[in-house]
């Protein structure tokens, strides 16, 4: 950049620094994590990983957080989904949060067990309730304190590969949200049964990863609510955000839906509204004191300034606008808005490739950006 002082950015509450467990946030502009079946087969790095990183570290955002890695083989979500399984894959991920490092930002890795939603032929959760076409086998004493044991060795390595925080993947319907859910939690042993009892096993990972990775922060994508009809509540949820927050959570990142309810026809229409996931957030933030992520197409500043200017929420969660468009911090700043580079709603080539199992790229970038994302994929 030229000489001169730094203008004062158009945005005041957007490029305000948070303290986050004793981590420095110089905005509060976050990537919120997003699966776009960039790593190697079986869930290695690959170049395209690190590159695709690298810009979004670039973009001038915060905090990276990086897209669900898995706690066991049989928790993968898919093959290409980042494995955290096992020492092995310990240097790749110190490669990845180097990368993000190299560009003056907080790197953070998600966690995750898919349960139901895993990629196996015979997939875990805490009841056997199905979920398209496959039941799920309902796991025992003993599988849920190994699931519990994983989670904790996983977050070690988060810690060892030097990224700066951890997050568990509490969200999108994942074994974390089957439990707390009333639809696929059907138990009637200790984690059964009323609201208490089915967020035990939540609260008991995040004890076990806090006991193992000691003074490193731990952040918590949360499902709010599933957006179906016998499905997870706001009302039952905020008692675990509660908890959560007893238990010593760094912040909470806020979502809904799941993989049931995001193909639903009002659930797609309601998906292209801007800011459609802000109201979460809110309800969340109006009943904890520590931060609160706000997601769900935030697509201009002008909207991210608002929620947190109405406190809504304490910090933005970019995935796919950030993804489109990684110079929208920096035109936010100088408040260029127009020139922002905007994910339509009409358009879900990205979720359609991902499907495929093929890796996403978008349809408004340069032809350019294309070919290399194209080349880099192995």
């Excluded at 390595?157 to 059907?186: I, M, W």
């Excluded at 499902?223 to 010593?248: H, M, N, R, T, Y």
């Excluded at 109405?310 to 408040?335: F, H, N, Q, S």
Aim: proline content about 5%.
């Amino acid at each position: 950049s030229g000489g001169g002082k730094m203008q004062k950015p158009a945005y005041q509450n957007l490029f305000k620094p948070l303290n986050l467990n004793g981590l420095r946030l110089k905005n509060r502009i976050t990537m919120a994590p997003l699966y776009l079946g960039y790593a190697a087969e079986g869930g290695r790095m690959s170049r395209l990983l690190l590159h695709h990183y690298s810009e979004m570290a670039k973009s001038g955002a915060a905090m990276i957080m990086v897209e669900n890695a898995s706690t066991t083989a049989s928790g993968s979500g898919s093959p290409r989904t980042i494995r955290c399984d096992h020492n092995r894959y310990l240097k790749g991920l110190a490669t990845l949060a180097d990368t993000i490092h190299k560009q003056k930002t907080l790197a953070g890795l998600q966690i995750n067990h898919a349960g139901r939603f895993a990629h196996v032929s015979e997939p875990v959760a805490p009841s056997a309730v199905p979920a398209f076409g496959k039941n799920p086998r309902a796991l025992t004493k003993r599988e849920i304190t190994t699931i519990q044991k994983q989670f904790a060795k996983a977050a070690l390595r988060v810690k060892k590969a030097g990224f700066d925080l951890v997050e568990l993947h509490g969200g999108t319907g994942y074994l974390l949200a089957q439990f707390v859910s009333p639809r696929t939690n059907k138990r009637s042993d200790a984690y059964g049964g009323l609201i208490e009892n089915r967020i035990k096993f939540p609260l008991e990972v995040l004890k076990r990863v806090k006991d193992t990775v000691g003074d490193f922060p731990v952040g918590y994508r949360f499902l709010v609510d599933e957006w179906l009809p016998d499905g997870l509540k706001e009302s039952e949820s905020i008692f675990l955000a509660k908890s959560l927050e007893q238990e010593g959570i760094a912040y909470i990142s806020a979502m809904g839906g799941t993989y049931e309810s995001f193909f639903l026809p009002e659930i797609v229409q309601k998906a292209k509204r801007i800011g459609y996931m802000v109201s979460l957030a809110a309800a969340v933030k109006k009943n904890v004191d520590i931060p609160v992520i706000a997601a769900g197409r935030i697509s201009t500043p002008l909207k991210a300034e608002s929620i947190l200017r109405e406190k809504k929420a304490d910090l933005i969660g970019l995935a796919r606008m950030l993804w489109v468009d990684p110079e929208w911090p920096r035109k936010a700043r100088k408040g260029e808005d127009r020139s922002i580079i905007k994910c339509s709603p009409k358009c879900d080539a990205c979720f359609q490739l991902v499907m495929q199992g093929k890796p996403a790229y978008c349809p408004k970038w340069v032809k350019e950006k294309r070919v290399i994302y194209q080349g880099l994929f192995q």
